[in-house]
């Protein structure tokens, strides 16, 4: 569970209610205000870690709101939220001590993100502050005592630098070693100007540059990669500046988890809107009696709509299990599932399914075969989705062989079919959520394109792994490997 107290500012009631029920979900503990008067109260009230604050309010605005909170001492690290994006408005919360700037609208994990970096760097201050007032040394007097403070910093997955007063560099960990391209030895006591400058950090010069702030934050991005980059200065008891911390923080995953998680959810919408489209379609000739009175005319319309809510039924169950497929139940751990009973089961109903088609399904497990360390339901799960798909996407009078042998420590599962097969350029994309391939073989087929992505997660739970090889128009071999 997430550790933090936030504030969150904003007039708009859904607004503050959306972010609160994602942060209390991570475990924050959440307080809200509707105006810049009751976020003062909240804050004379207690202090809080993160404040949320947006930009225009009933009674004032964020970046009033901000100086006045600065005024009574506020220390909590700022995110300004607004539909009001613009250049002239981030330069001037920038300029205000807010410590980022994040566009409406924006997805759960950019605020979750967000949110957890601001609380990342408020502890990495309020740690430093506490170094400084236990020691009062000067912060290259600290980085010299290597033993206890080069150790922490160097644990740090973060990218670190320590720079005294004239600039020059006293510690760097070996993440910031690495992306300077540099040892220890070339680093120590050369101007970061100097280390810095013409290559891709070259930005950070003009924070370093800047009169000394006692916090500048900016994204950098570096090749392929996106950091947050922050830069913490350190003061004397008289506020005279004694150096400073630059950390970049690697946010590239958080981004690409945002940019994902909004592509699914557009496809779902889409997966829904159309179903219910049809759905409303159907019951509005019915109700409108378009046909006339007699009910035997609308029995077809009426059998498609259930056929299509059967449909979103199955869809939203399959959504379900893709949420749950990532972390095991609380309680329920894998263990050792014996193989030939649960797949028993499997085909007994893929063969009532394929018997119209004249599609056969075969079994041949290695005598001795051992156990698969995996939960039953997932199991079960796993072989239904293969075998399914091994059937649905065979020929007429086709054949589906499940093999099931031992491979060094491995239990190996492969779903053999004689099927349409899978374009090569497909193959990479078949765990994609709600992906299926579209041919003139496939246009008739249901589906959702969530059971393979529901299968690749379950194996990974489980410590295994999956391959697929294919062959248009000859068939497919999905390969399931378990600890046995």
Not at 5 to 23: A, K, Q
Not at 129 to 146: I, T
Not at 194 to 206: M, R, T, V
Request: hydrophobic share 40%; glycine share 8%.
């Amino acid at each position: 569970m997430a550790d933090g107290s936030i504030l969150i500012v904003d007039d708009e009631y859904g607004v503050r209610s959306g972010i609160r029920t994602i942060l209390e979900m991570e475990g924050y503990e959440v307080s809200e205000a509707g105006d810049g008067a009751g976020a003062l109260a909240a804050l004379d009230e207690r202090d809080y870690d993160v404040a949320l604050l947006d930009y225009r309010l009933p009674d004032t605005d964020g970046l009033s709101l901000l100086r006045t909170m600065k005024e009574r001492g506020c220390d909590a690290m700022v995110c300004m939220i607004t539909a009001y994006a613009n250049i002239d408005t981030a330069i001037a919360a920038t300029r205000q001590g807010v410590d980022f700037f994040l566009p409406k609208p924006f997805s759960p994990d950019d605020l979750e993100g967000v949110v957890a970096t601001l609380l990342r760097h408020k502890r990495a201050r309020t740690e430093a502050e506490r170094l400084r007032a236990e020691h009062e040394a000067s912060l290259l007097a600290l980085a010299e005592e290597k033993t206890q403070t080069h150790s922490l910093v160097s644990s740090l997955r973060d990218a670190v630098m320590v720079v005294n007063r004239d600039g020059d560099v006293v510690l760097a960990n070996p993440p910031m070693l690495e992306l300077l391209g540099l040892g220890d030895d070339d680093v120590l006591m050369r101007p970061a100007q100097e280390l810095l400058g013409g290559g891709a950090l070259a930005p950070l010069c003009e924070q370093l540059a800047t009169p000394a702030k006692d916090r500048t934050v900016r994204q950098l991005e570096l090749g392929e990669q996106t950091y947050m980059a922050s830069i913490v200065t350190f003061r004397d008891e008289a506020g005279a500046a004694r150096g400073r911390i630059l950390t970049l923080s690697d946010i590239s995953e958080v981004r690409r988890l945002a940019m994902e998680k909004q592509k699914f959810i557009r496809t779902m919408v889409h997966e829904l809107k159309s179903p219910l489209g049809s759905i409303k379609g159907l019951l509005e000739v019915v109700t409108d009696k378009s046909l006339g009175e007699e009910l035997d005319s609308y029995i077809p319309m009426i059998a498609r709509a259930d056929h299509r809510i059967d449909n979103l039924v199955e869809l939203i169950r399959d959504l379900l299990t893709l949420a749950r497929s990532e972390q095991a139940p609380e309680g329920e751990e894998s263990e050792l599932v014996p193989v030939a009973p649960v797949l028993d089961e499997v085909v007994e109903l893929a063969r009532e399914r394929g018997a119209p088609r004249r599609v056969t399904v075969n079994t041949d497990l290695a005598a001795g075969l051992p156990p698969a360390l995996i939960r039953p339901d997932d199991l079960r799960l796993v072989l239904s989705n293969l075998v399914g798909n091994a059937v649905k996407y065979n020929r007429d009078g086709g054949t589906v062989t499940v093999r099931g042998t031992v491979e060094d420590d491995w239990l190996r599962l492969d779903v053999t079919d004689t099927g349409i097969g899978i374009k090569e350029e497909n193959l990479a994309r078949l765990w994609d959520e709600f992906f299926r391939e579209k041919r003139d073989e496939t246009r008739e087929l249901e589906g959702n394109g969530l059971g393979l992505s529901i299968v690749k997660r379950l194996v990974a739970r489980a410590g295994g792994r999956l391959e697929a090889a294919s062959a248009v128009g000859q068939g497919s071999v999905f390969t399931v490997l378990l600890p046995a």
